[in-house]
């Protein structure tokens, strides 16, 4: 099973910017799956926000995110990151990075999460 450590996330100003990473270890099909990075606030459903398909070519993300995050992923470091630019209040939340993702948007996550970093965004 492969275990993934997020780190990267902090306290920021509304149009700020952070960069998370997510690093993958203990597993043999990093390089061969699709990344995922999802977002979740006290009381709420996990919710998507990007995904990654295994050579970097193919990127998707939720439409409140788009034009602002940016995922992409280095291989030979076994790492995904995210990139937000333009920060948002609204942003706030629990970051957690999924491994192995299948299906439109990640609907499944097969590889597992990770603990999670937790972002937040001052007005």
């Known amino acids: 099973q492969v275990q993934l450590v997020e780190s990267g996330g902090g306290l920021v100003q509304a149009g700020g910017s952070l960069r998370l990473s997510c690093a993958a270890s203990?597993?043999?099909?990093?390089?061969?799956?699709?990344m995922g990075w999802f977002r979740q606030v006290p009381e709420k459903e996990r919710e998507f926000v990007a995904v990654?398909?295994?050579?970097?070519?193919?990127?998707d993300y939720a439409d409140s995110v788009k034009g602002r995050f940016t995922i992409s992923r280095d291989n030979s470091k076994n790492t995904v990151f995210l990139q937000m630019n333009s920060l948002k209040p609204e942003d706030t939340a629990v970051y957690y990075c999924?491994?192995?993702?299948?299906?439109?948007?990640?609907?499944?996550?097969?590889?597992?999460w990770g603990q999670g970093t937790q972002v937040t965004v001052s007005s």
């Open positions: 990654i398909n295994w050579t970097g070519g193919n990127t």
């Open positions: 999924a491994s192995d993702c299948r299906g439109v948007r990640c609907a499944l996550v097969a590889g597992g």
């Open positions: 203990g597993g043999r099909t990093f390089s061969s799956s699709a």
